[in-house]
């Protein structure tokens, strides 16, 4: 039996894009989360985080060693500056995957849910539908660094609002069940009842071989019990890379 991540938190590693935008920058695709708290543990090469909040803008250098973090709200897009690779942690598990992620697409295309569900999926040639998504959503990230996020802000509500009871149940069943059941722990070695330490074993993931074309980069999503991969409902935000294509 394989055991779910510490705390129901999910794991992936991520080989940044190196395709050049409109803007000039290389990287990823500018997003926002929901309910999700992200952290990146860089591992390899050079870059940064640019971040918008209701706050401002905001560009955060990303080294090897270096460990970021961003909470909910958060509009985030990582740019390469050469061989960025990062080991991503995400809150609540498979809620990303099954779509906690609301791309800065420009207004027109957010007020409309056919037009967001077309631009966000990786249809035709996965590579080339890349780019164009990152593309899109850089052109909505650099107008809203101009006018501000309220509007964004209620129009990725009204992306998401059908998925919340499926995300509360995802909630439920891996970090609410990982803290209540850290609740009975405490509560079993108050009482001097160490039956439950009997019962510890070891887990083990290989890396993922075959990636995955992602929001940011290539993912390796370490998968688990509590880290479903895709949300029938939710948006195609990633799709396998075929062997014989290069990507952006």
């Given at each position: 039996?394989?055991?779910?991540?510490?705390?129901?938190?999910?794991?992936?590693?991520?080989?940044?894009?190196?395709?050049?935008?409109?803007?000039?920058?290389?990287?990823?695709?500018?997003?926002?989360?929901?309910?999700?708290?992200?952290?990146?543990?860089?591992?390899?090469?050079?870059?940064?985080?640019?971040?918008?909040?209701?706050?401002?803008?905001?560009?955060?250098?990303?080294?090897?060693?270096?460990?970021?973090?961003?909470?909910?709200?958060?509009?985030?897009?990582?740019?390469?500056?050469?061989?960025?690779?990062?080991?991503?942690?995400?809150?609540?598990?498979?809620?990303?995957?099954?779509?906690?992620?609301?791309?800065?697409?420009?207004?027109?295309?957010?007020?409309?849910?056919?037009?967001?569900?077309?631009?966000?999926?990786?249809?035709?040639?996965?590579?080339?539908?890349?780019?164009?998504?990152?593309?899109?959503?850089?052109?909505?990230?650099?107008?809203?660094?101009?006018?501000?996020?309220?509007?964004?802000?209620?129009?990725?509500?009204?992306?998401k609002r059908e998925l919340l009871d499926d995300w509360r149940a995802r909630w439920r069943d891996g970090p609410l069940a990982a803290a209540l059941t850290t609740g009975r722990q405490l509560e079993r070695l108050r009482a001097g009842d160490l039956?439950?330490?009997?019962?510890?074993?070891?887990?083990?993931?290989?890396?993922?071989?075959?990636?995955?074309?992602?929001?940011?980069?290539?993912?390796?999503?370490?998968?688990?019990?509590?880290?479903?991969?895709?949300?029938?409902?939710?948006?195609?935000?990633?799709s396998p890379v075929p062997p014989t294509k290069e990507t952006s």
């Amino acid at each position: 039996m394989v055991t779910p991540f510490p705390g129901g938190v999910g794991i992936s590693g991520v080989t940044v894009y190196d395709g050049r935008a409109a803007d000039g920058r290389c990287g990823g695709t500018p997003h926002m989360h929901l309910v999700c708290s992200e952290a990146y543990v860089v591992t390899g090469g050079a870059g940064s985080v640019q971040t918008l909040t209701a706050t401002g803008f905001a560009e955060t250098p990303l080294r090897p060693g270096d460990v970021v973090w961003f909470t909910p709200g958060t509009i985030h897009r990582l740019v390469n500056a050469g061989g960025l690779r990062l080991v991503v942690l995400m809150q609540n598990s498979g809620l990303p995957e099954a779509g906690d992620a609301v791309f800065t697409f420009p207004a027109p295309v957010l007020a409309d849910p056919e037009a967001y569900r077309a631009a966000a999926a990786l249809t035709g040639d996965p590579a080339a539908a890349v780019r164009r998504r990152r593309d899109l959503a850089v052109e909505g990230f650099l107008a809203l660094r101009e006018r501000g996020l309220r509007e964004f802000h209620a129009a990725a509500h009204r992306l998401k609002r059908e998925l919340l009871d499926d995300w509360r149940a995802r909630w439920r069943d891996g970090p609410l069940a990982a803290a209540l059941t850290t609740g009975r722990q405490l509560e079993r070695l108050r009482a001097g009842d160490l039956s439950y330490l009997r019962r510890g074993e070891v887990s083990r993931r290989e890396r993922p071989e075959r990636p995955l074309f992602g929001m940011c980069g290539l993912l390796h999503p370490y998968t688990g019990p509590a880290l479903p991969t895709r949300s029938p409902r939710g948006p195609a935000e990633s799709s396998p890379v075929p062997p014989t294509k290069e990507t952006s």
